[in-house]
């Protein structure tokens, strides 16, 4: 059983800022990917940004420069998405999916999806 829980979410001022953490639990220990995944009321879910085992990041246009993802070497499972200079843009609901490798019966990644967590950007 793998647990995926988002936290750090709330109501925050334009030009703010916000930390939201992902802690995962359970049959994931071997991390290939933690990331980040956002969707606006009424729109589909987009990318935000994910970090790999390498910690190499990426991010999606709209958010680089202002949105940084790290994720906890010590316990290897929790990841955290800090938002900066915060826009009526940014408000969604966000939704962090751990991907990790199972051996048996074939390798493959499989993706963990937590609940979500909403952030709203008031002006």
């Known amino acids: 059983q793998v647990r995926v829980v988002e936290s750090g979410g709330g109501l925050v001022q334009t030009g703010g800022s916000l930390r939201l953490s992902c802690t995962g639990s359970?049959?994931?220990?071997?991390?290939?990917?933690m990331g980040w995944y956002r969707q606006p009321t009424g729109e589909q879910r987009e990318f935000v940004a994910a970090?790999?085992?390498?910690?190499?990041?990426?991010y999606a246009p709209s958010v680089k420069g202002r949105f940084s993802i790290s994720r906890d070497s010590a316990s290897g499972s929790t990841a955290s998405l800090q938002l900066n200079r915060l826009s009526a843009d940014d408000t969604a609901v966000y939704y962090c999916?751990?991907?990790?490798?199972?051996?048996?019966?074939?390798?493959?990644?499989?993706?963990?999806w937590g609940k979500g967590t909403l952030v709203t950007v008031s002006s």
């Open positions: 970090i790999s085992n390498d910690g190499a990041a990426r």
């Open positions: 359970g049959d994931i220990s071997d991390i290939v990917v």
């Open positions: 999916y751990i991907q990790a490798r199972r051996y048996y019966p074939t390798v493959q990644d499989v993706d963990f």
